[in-house]
């Protein structure tokens, strides 16, 4: 639903870093307890810097999505569970007595530029 | 991430790791220091479309509004129709319509409470009630500034609803418990509720109402008295 504006969000920060690169892809890191679906990301990653200004560097870039499970840390047993579902629970010992240690990054983590467009 | 090698084709990566939403929450700290110098308290009311922000929001200004002077920023999709509903309670009413030409965005950011703040005479008021958006989703990944928040959720809307949208229940400081005069027409089994909750968010606080019969809705007026004082949850980010 607010995939788009985040895909704007994206956009903008890729183009800042790229300063002029023609960019080919771009990498995003998003944990499993963020309310995004990759796919719409991806779907809407198109729309998100056609014809916006300042954003022509993406112009038929790629967005790739790497998922990260969510994970807690149990404060009693100590044991590290990856969560099917989203409640906080440790899988060893049964406590909800946990940290949560993954799921929620929300990162730009990298972007790849054509380097043949580059004027040395 | 030099550019050393201009002649060579094939690709270049750039590391970044920058946060996606590091903009907003660079915006949404600058909302909060606004709000912070006016010495103004402000909290985020969240909920799904038709769980009643409005009406408590309503009841709420009646009781409130004569002693306390109070802003609400309205976030609407295309219509002024909430903002007209809290007309006259002596509030200050600023409304944000997010129709920006297909649709509409589906919860208020940074940058849009940030719009809103010339039109509230901040340095006037105590308390400043932002009303997000109808929905479950979006609203809860945008912080706007606000020191606390509050989610409305209506017993209308099942049990299961924690399990289902476990980032909104999770961000929440108070679950308000609405349309509870409803109770003896529906099958909500208010444990099971409890439990669904709990696991998603545990130790939250949680509040039942009726903002139709207001039931409850004193004591929610007593807890933005002084949303600081009640036990806030951990922050989420």
């Known amino acids: ?120 | 991430m030099g550019d050393h090698s201009g002649y060579r084709t094939g690709a270049e990566r750039v590391e970044v790791l920058e946060r996606i939403l590091g903009e907003n929450e660079r915006v949404a700290r600058a909302n909060r220091a606004a709000f912070d110098a006016a010495g103004v308290t402000v909290v985020n009311l969240m909920s799904a479309p038709g769980a009643g922000k409005t009406t408590l929001l309503a009841e709420t200004l009646r009781r409130l509004a004569p002693h306390r002077r109070i802003g609400v920023i309205e976030g609407d999709i295309e219509t002024s129709l909430d903002a007209d509903r809290l007309a006259g309670f002596g509030a200050s009413i600023a409304l944000v319509n997010t129709g920006n030409g297909f649709g509409g965005e589906c919860h208020l950011d940074a940058p849009m409470i940030a719009s809103a703040l010339p039109r509230l005479p901040l340095a006037e008021l105590d308390l400043v009630i932002i009303e997000n958006v109808g929905n479950l989703v979006c609203p809860a990944e945008f912080a706007v500034g606000e020191d606390r928040r509050a989610m409305v959720f209506a017993v209308t809307e099942g049990e299961e609803k924690p399990l289902k949208y476990p980032v909104m229940f999770r961000s929440a400081d108070l679950v308000l418990v609405n349309k509870t005069d409803l109770l003896p027409h529906l099958d909500f089994d208010t444990e099971a509720f409890r439990r669904n909750l709990d696991a998603v968010h545990p130790g939250v606080d949680v509040l039942a109402i009726s903002a139709r019969t207001g039931m409850g809705v004193n004591a929610w007026c007593d807890w933005l008295a002084d949303p600081l004082g009640a036990p806030g949850a951990a922050p989420t980010r």
């Open chain 1, 1 to 120: 639903m607010h995939e788009l504006s985040i895909c704007r969000s994206v956009a903008d920060i890729v183009a800042r870093h790229a300063a002029g690169r023609r960019v080919t892809r771009v990498h995003l890191r998003v944990g499993a307890l963020r309310q995004v679906v990759p796919a719409t990301l991806v779907y809407c990653w198109e729309l998100a810097h056609d014809g916006e200004p300042g954003t022509a560097v993406l112009a038929g870039s790629v967005l790739v999505v790497e998922a990260v499970p969510a994970g807690v840390r149990c404060r009693r047993c100590g044991a590290h569970s990856e969560l099917a579902v989203p409640i906080l629970r440790c899988a060893g010992c049964g406590t909800t007595d946990v940290v949560l240690v993954s799921g929620e990054e929300f990162l730009v983590t990298s972007f790849e530029v054509a380097t043949d467009a580059v004027e040395a």
